[in-house]
């Protein structure tokens, strides 16, 4: 087994649960360390849990000790309303651990971003995707992964009827889209996390940026 460690940013969300159960099962790591606010209940001689609020990041500082770090978060307007707290969601948590983990060594950072992405888009969301991404590629990260998957398919905790409605149209519209538009078809979490995980053991070095019909491609 390998002796090389690896951090997990929302690893009770749709792709980071997913990407947990890989990591868990692979040889590829030895420790898996998942930063929560809450427990889970996967036990597992390999991972460790950190439960923090992340009221207080610098807090977490020593504790940020890894090869990989793999940063699944992400939030929405209805769980976080205020855009400030929501922004510390899916820009300043993911910044902190990525400039942490420098200092200790850190050779990969993967992030799930979105598709459309842009730091100058007047869009809040994709805006806001857009700035980490371009924060993160200023970092000199040895390998900094970005994943910018489309329409999630997959089964969450929480209920998003409105999310199982779009659901059953992207299965009807996606044979539509071929060629340039295939990126705008729905994809399978579980097929994110094994893409992410694959890549992560492989010896790269660079910045990679994955849209949603290249992710396919590499399942």
């Not at 940063?71 to 400030?84: A, I, M, V, Y």
């Not at 651990?97 to 869009?123: D, R, Y």
Request: glycine share 6%; with cysteine; proline share 4%.
């Amino acid at each position: 087994m390998s002796n090389k460690k690896v951090i997990i940013l929302g690893a009770s969300g749709l792709i980071g649960s997913e990407l947990l159960t890989i990591l868990l099962h692979s040889d590829a790591y030895s420790e898996v360390t998942a930063f929560l606010r809450k427990p889970l209940t996967v036990q597992h001689p390999k991972l460790k849990q950190e439960i923090t609020s992340f009221d207080d990041l610098e807090e977490l500082k020593t504790k940020i000790k890894a090869d990989v770090i793999f940063c699944c978060l992400g939030s929405t307007k209805k769980k976080t309303p205020n855009l400030k707290d929501y922004k510390k969601v899916d820009h300043d948590i993911p910044l902190f651990f990525a400039k942490e983990g420098l200092t200790n060594h850190l050779l990969q950072f993967h992030l799930v971003s979105a598709l459309g992405a842009k730091a100058n888009s007047s869009n809040f969301y994709t805006h806001l995707k857009g700035e980490i991404e371009q924060d993160l590629k200023m970092l000199a990260i040895p390998s900094l992964f970005i994943y910018q998957p489309s329409f999630l398919d997959g089964d969450r905790k929480e209920k998003r009827p409105l999310e199982k409605v779009m659901l059953g149209l992207m299965k009807l519209i996606n044979p539509l889209l071929v060629g340039s538009l295939k990126k705008y078809q729905s994809i399978k979490a579980k097929d994110i996390a094994k893409v992410m995980f694959n890549e992560s053991i492989q010896n790269k070095s660079g910045i990679f940026v994955f849209k949603s019909d290249k992710i396919k491609e590499l399942t």
